[in-house]
Structures are given as structure tokens and as C-alpha cells.
């Protein structure tokens, strides 16, 4: 048996911590201490119980091996996917990934179904407990749970950055109640990564948002428009921002409601470059026949599915100058064959770039796995929402508790 080493790809920005006022994990003694991690465990799992991505899962190795090899009895929780409050779902079960996470770090890792009660655990040992939102009272950050939480360790680290931005019994309460509660290294890392992303970034700064949805980033791409030298906006959002300036766009995915706010945003100071060259479908599917055609060509039955070669030339352009890049979504329908060569490209644009590059998000990582780019981007941030909300601005309310206890 073995364990992996802590994972040092990453060791920039080691000072961007030091104004916050929470304990971190690696400052604590935790020889014979019952240490709670809060991990994002949240992974994709297939018909078969097969996990099909594995990276929220290596990027908490460094924690656990940490934690570990200082001697610490270390429990590990996590949700997985939407359970119904309550109620247990099989298909949902952390089991398996118990099993695959010990097949990572090379040694046992025992897997607990009823554990909110305590259960006992040997010496120096690794345990995953049972998803936390088949309890009642997780997603409304009840009190009692998150007491019974607590008392099940002398120390709780929260390194789950992905989950910071949900005030949760798992991720918010427990760290009100436990004895001692802190940042554990992945958590750490995030924070100094796009706290110095933000607030010193090498310019020009580039930010590419994309997905189908405005609405679901509209805070962010207003706030970014405001930092930013440079602001690439993709999918339907490109869509709407498209059918804001008076341009045809067929039956292209888009936000009617939004489209005065995508004007808004449009006369930000950023610069924002729209696709003068698209790539069009007849049909939403994997099959559909992909043509290219000048913006000034969209048909009434045409959809956009993605940004045309002239267009990505510009991008390319903008990607070759930048000094900082955050991505956060796709260009285009990348999950179609057909479809997916502009989110291609620019992956490995970013990924080829000198600038220092933080990606972040579900489809974006989703993205960088099919592409096989992972390696070269500067850092990949596990968060999605948390991600864009603390781009923004906002206070992560498990992030604010930890502050809120200080370093007592």
C-alpha cells in the first residue's frame, strides 16, 4: 500500500492569503485528531456506476494525502448530484466513489452509509461518509445537523471551493459549531488564484463567457465588462448579444427578455468582439449538417451553433496578447461533432497561450477534458457557481464563516 505525494503543479500566488483571517489546515497540528473534510465530490457517474471524470477527485488527493500523513483520523463528506431531501437513491451513493478514490491515493478508504450519529473509525485511517443531502436539513442549513456534524471532529477543513457559494449544513453550519473549523489547501489555493487574478492581473486582461443562458451569468458578464480589457462571449449569450445590435440570427437559442441588457452590456468599456462569421445547423442534433456563413447569411430556419474560422482568427488574436485569461463556457454546441471546433480551437489557444489562465465551470472543464488540454491551463478552478460568483464580487457565505471564526 501507498499514498500519492500532495500535487505541487500549482505554486503560484502564495502570499494572496495572507489578509484573510481564517485558519488554514496546514498551520494546525493534526496528529490523533478526528479531522472532517468537507470535499466537492460531485462527479459524473454513468448508467454502469462508472465514473467518468475524475478531476474534482484528484484535486482533492493533496488534502487528504496531507491531512493523512500528519497523522489524523480523516473523514471525508460530500454531496452527489439532487437527491430528494431525505431520502436515500442508490444511483446517487458515494460508494463507488470511495472505491475509486482509493484506487487513487493506493491504499484503503472505508465508505460509511450511516455515520450522522457517529460511528467508530480506526487509527490513521480514511473514511467517505454517505452523500450529505440524503439528510434532512442539509440544503436548509439546519442547526441540529450541522451540530451532529461538528461534533464529529476536533477539526473541520472545508477545501470544497466548488459548494462555498451554498450556505449548507455541509459547508456553512458544521463550520459555525465545530470545535475548530478552517480552509483546508484546495480552498487555499482558489482564494490566492483568482484573488490575484482579479486584483493584480498581468494585462490585458481577457474574460470568455459563454453557454446558452444570459440570465444565469448576467451578474457576472456586467461585472467582468467593467474589469476587463477584453470580454469573448459565446453560445446563446453571443446569440442575444447579436440580436441586440440588430442583427438576424434565425432560430438561433437566445434570451428575448435579455435583449436589452445585452445592449447595455455591449456599450460597456471592454471590448467586446461578436461573430462576423458563424457556424449554422437546420436541426439541434449530432447529426445536423454544419455551414459556414458570414452573420449577414443567417436563414430564418438557420441556428447558430458555434463561431465561424474568421471569427476565431480574432479570438486568436485576442487570446495571443493577453496577460491573464478567465474562461468560463463554451463557444458553441461542442458536444456535437460538427459543432465543436470553435471551442476546440479555443481551449488550444488558451492553452498555448503565455498568459496565465484560470478556467472554471461544468461545460468548460467538461470542454478541457475532451480537448486534452488540461495540462497547460494554469490553473482549473473545481468551482462553477462559486466560481463565477466570487468573480463577481459577492461573499461566499462558506468562505465568510471561516472568516467569521477567525482564528480562534
Known amino acids: ?29 493534526l496528529r490523533d485528531r478526528r479531522v472532517l473534510i468537507r470535499e466537492d465530490f460531485n462527479v459524473p457517474i454513468n448508467d454502469k456506476g462508472e465514473i467518468t471524470d475524475d478531476s474534482r477527485l484528484k484535486a482533492s488527493l493533496a488534502t487528504i494525502t496531507k491531512a493523512y500523513l500528519a497523522g489524523a483520523t480523516v ?32 491504499m484503503p478508504v472505508g465508505f460509511e452509509k450511516n455515520w450522522i450519529n457517529g460511528f467508530k473509525t480506526e487509527h ?21 445537523l450541522a451540530k451532529k456534524m461538528g461534533q464529529l471532529c476536533d477539526i473541520f477543513v472545508n477545501d470544497a471551493f466548488a459548494t462555498s457559494h451554498r450556505a449548507h449544513a455541509s459547508t456553512h453550519g458544521v463550520a ?69 445590435e440588430g442583427f438576424e440570427i434565425g432560430a438561433s437559442l437566445y434570451e428575448e427578455d435579455m435583449i436589452e441588457i445585452a445592449a447595455q452590456i455591449m456599450k460597456s468599456s471592454a471590448e467586446i468582439p461578436l461573430p462576423e462569421e458563424v457556424v449554422c445547423g437546420k436541426k439541434f442534433t449530432v447529426e445536423a449538417t454544419a455551414q459556414i456563413k458570414s452573420i449577414h447569411e443567417v436563414e430564418e430556419d438557420d441556428m447558430i451553433m458555434d463561431v465561424g474560422p474568421k471569427s476565431m482568427k480574432s479570438i486568436k488574436n485576442i487570446i495571443k496578447n493577453a496577460g491573464t485569461i478567465l474562461w468560463n463556457g463554451p463557444l458553441g454546441v461542442f458536444e456535437f ?43 482549473i478552478s473545481t468551482g462553477g457557481g462559486a466560481f463565477l460568483e466570487f468573480i463577481e464580487g459577492k461573499k461566499l457565505p462558506a468562505i465568510e464563516i471561516l472568516e467569521q471564526r477567525g482564528t480562534d
Not at 501507498?2 to 502564495?14: K, T
Not at 448530484?81 to 478514490?101: F, H, M, N, T
Not at 467582468?224 to 469573448?232: E, M, S
Not at 496565465?356 to 461545460?363: K, P, R, T
Open 75 to 106: 473523514i471525508i463528506m460530500s454531496h452527489l448530484g439532487r437527491p430528494k431531501e431525505g431520502q436515500s437513491d442508490s444511483s446517487l451513493s458515494l460508494e463507488a466513489v470511495a472505491g475509486k478514490l482509493g484506487s487513487l491515493l493506493d
Open 337 to 379: 461533432k460538427n459543432f465543436a471546433d470553435g471551442t476546440k480551437e479555443l481551449a488550444e489557444q488558451i492553452a498555448n497561450s503565455q498568459a496565465f489562465s484560470i478556467a472554471g465551470g461544468g461545460d468548460t472543464l467538461a470542454a478541457i477534458s475532451n480537448f486534452s488540454v488540461a495540462e497547460k491551463i494554469s490553473y
Open 124 to 144: 490513521q485511517s480514511i473514511t467517505l461518509v454517505e452523500n450529505v443531502r440524503f439528510l434532512t436539513g442539509e440544503a436548509s442549513n439546519d442547526s441540529s
Open 1 to 29: 500500500m501507498g499514498i500519492l505525494e500532495p500535487d505541487v503543479r500549482y505554486d503560484g500566488c502564495n502570499d494572496e492569503c495572507k489578509g484573510l483571517a481564517m485558519l488554514n489546515m496546514e498551520e494546525l497540528e
Open 176 to 244: 459555525k459549531y465545530a470545535v475548530t473549523a478552517c480552509c483546508g489547501p484546495l480552498m487555499k489555493k482558489e482564494i490566492e488564484v483568482l484573488t490575484k487574478a482579479l486584483n493584480r492581473p498581468e494585462r490585458p486582461l481577457v474574460a470568455i463567457v459563454g453557454g446558452a443562458k444570459v440570465s444565469s451569468k448576467l451578474d457576472i458578464i456586467n461585472s467582468l465588462a467593467k474589469k476587463v480589457d477584453h470580454l469573448i462571449v459565446g453560445g446563446g449569450i453571443a446569440n442575444t448579444c447579436l440580436k441586440s
